[in-house]
C-alpha cells in the first residue's frame, strides 16, 4: 500500500491572505512599493509563493504592477463612486438577509460586540480595526458568502480612504450613530428598516470621502 501524500500548506494563500489583512489594517502607506523578494523576505518564504501572492491582488485589483514591483492604485472619485454603487446594490441586501436568518443567539453575539465598539473611546486605528471586526461578525450571519465576499473584495479596494475618514473625528462620530442603528435594526429582526439603514450608513460614508477627497484635490 503507497504512502498517503502529506498535504503542504499553501504558502502562496497565506502571504495573500496576510497581505491581504495588512492592506485592510492599513500597514503600508499610499505611497508603499512591494516588492516580491522584500515580501518573500518578511514573510519567510521563497519568491514564488511571494510573487504569486502579489499577483493574486493585482488580480483582486488592490494592487497594480508598477515596473519589477507593485504599487496601490490611485483611485478617482468617479472610481469611488463606481464603488459605492456596487456596494449599495449588494450590502443593505446582505444585511436584510443576516437579519432574516440569524438565530437569536448569533444576533444578541452581534449586539454585544457593537456594544463593546461603540461604547468605546477610540483613536482613528482603533476605530478602523473595531470597524472592521464588527462588520466581519455581522456579514459572517448573512447566508450567501458569495455575496459577502464581493462585498469585501470592493470595501478592501478604498482601504485607504476609509483610513482618512475614519481618523477624522467628525466622521468617525458619524459612522458609530449609523452603524448603530443598523445594529439596533437587526437585533430587533426588523429585516427592511436594517436594509435601510445600511443603505443610508452607505451614502454618509460615500459623503465623507467625498468631501476628504475633494479638500485633498478641489479638481478630483
Not at 51 to 74: K, S, T, Y
Not at 90 to 105: G, I, M, N, Q, W
Not at 108 to 129: C, I, P, W
Request: hydrophobic share 40%; glycine share 4%.
Amino acid at each position: 500500500m503507497k504512502d498517503k501524500i502529506q498535504r503542504v500548506p499553501d504558502l502562496r494563500s497565506q502571504v495573500y491572505d496576510n497581505l491581504r489583512e495588512a492592506i485592510r489594517r492599513g500597514d503600508f502607506s499610499a505611497d508603499a512599493k512591494l516588492q516580491e523578494h522584500g515580501i518573500a523576505r518578511d514573510y519567510g518564504v521563497s519568491r514564488t509563493p511571494a510573487r504569486e501572492a502579489l499577483a493574486l491582488l493585482a488580480r483582486d485589483g488592490l494592487l497594480v504592477q508598477d515596473g519589477r514591483g507593485f504599487r496601490f492604485p490611485h483611485h478617482s472619485l468617479d472610481d469611488i463612486e463606481k464603488v459605492f454603487e456596487m456596494r449599495q446594490r449588494l450590502e443593505p441586501y446582505a444585511v436584510r438577509r443576516a437579519t432574516e436568518t440569524a438565530s437569536d443567539e448569533q444576533l444578541q453575539s452581534l449586539a454585544a460586540l457593537a456594544d463593546d465598539v461603540f461604547g468605546a473611546k477610540h483613536t482613528g486605528e482603533s476605530y478602523r480595526e473595531a470597524n472592521a471586526r464588527l462588520r466581519a461578525a455581522m456579514y459572517a450571519l448573512c447566508p450567501n458568502q458569495r455575496i459577502v465576499e464581493v462585498i469585501e473584495q470592493h470595501e478592501d479596494q478604498i482601504a485607504f480612504i476609509r483610513q482618512a475618514t475614519l481618523s477624522d473625528p467628525k466622521w468617525r462620530k458619524s459612522s458609530i450613530r449609523f452603524f448603530s442603528r443598523v445594529i439596533a435594526h437587526m437585533v430587533a429582526r426588523e429585516p427592511s428598516k436594517a436594509e435601510q439603514a445600511m443603505s443610508l450608513l452607505l451614502q454618509e460614508s460615500w459623503r465623507s470621502i467625498e468631501a476628504k477627497m475633494t479638500a485633498a484635490d478641489p479638481s478630483a
